[in-house]
């Protein structure tokens, strides 16, 4: 029985806060809404957790949050931190679920990740951000819910529309468990 994490895990850790990183400085799309954008980094935050895993899910997703608030804000806004970690991890928690891996990506799997992604960025965003920036920052409630409200929205968008796409268009280049057949 192995300890920590495989190399590839690390790898895809590495690569993956990178690219996070990259996807909310320049790709991002801004609300409207002070300080929250459409970001598109959570489809691929989505498709990361679920290629490698709640660990890889939940490093990904915290540090390359907190590496962003550095960078483009000059500070780490640790309550949005700690809730792009939490939905990494969460939606990792159903990658066995989903057989991306085997070729496998239907309408049953689609049906399981939009619900874990839905689950995670919900909880996340319309709850767990909110309350966390009035317990650390002393945020009014109004303005959070609604950052909260907005961003969360979006994310599930972005992980349900390009989330989906990503991990159909991944699982289109495994091969099936079953699709090689012994010729008699």
């Given at each position: 029985m192995s300890r920590g994490l495989a190399t590839k895990t690390i790898v895809a850790i590495g690569i993956g806060t990178a690219v996070f990183v990259i996807l909310n400085r320049f790709a991002a799309i801004p609300t409207g809404v002070p300080n929250t954008n459409f970001q598109t980094s959570y489809a691929f935050l989505a498709l990361m957790a679920v290629l490698f895993g709640p660990i890889a899910g939940l490093l990904i997703g915290f540090i390359g949050h907190a590496l962003t608030d550095a960078i483009v804000w000059g500070s780490v806004w640790w309550s949005w931190v700690i809730v792009s970690g939490f939905v990494g991890l969460t939606i990792g928690l159903f990658s066995k679920r989903l057989n991306v891996e085997e070729g496998n990506f239907g309408w049953k799997h689609i049906a399981i990740f939009n619900i874990a992604q839905i689950v995670a960025n919900g909880v996340g965003w319309f709850v767990l951000a909110p309350l966390l920036d009035i317990l650390i920052y002393a945020e009014p409630a109004n303005k959070v819910f609604l950052q909260g409200?907005?961003?969360?929205?979006?994310?599930?968008?972005?992980?349900?529309?390009?989330?989906t796409i990503l991990l159909?268009?991944?699982?289109?280049?495994?091969?099936k468990s079953n699709s090689l057949e012994l010729d008699a």
């Open positions: 409200l907005v961003a969360g929205g979006f994310n599930i968008v972005t992980a349900g529309v390009l989330g159909a268009a991944y699982a289109k280049t495994r091969s």
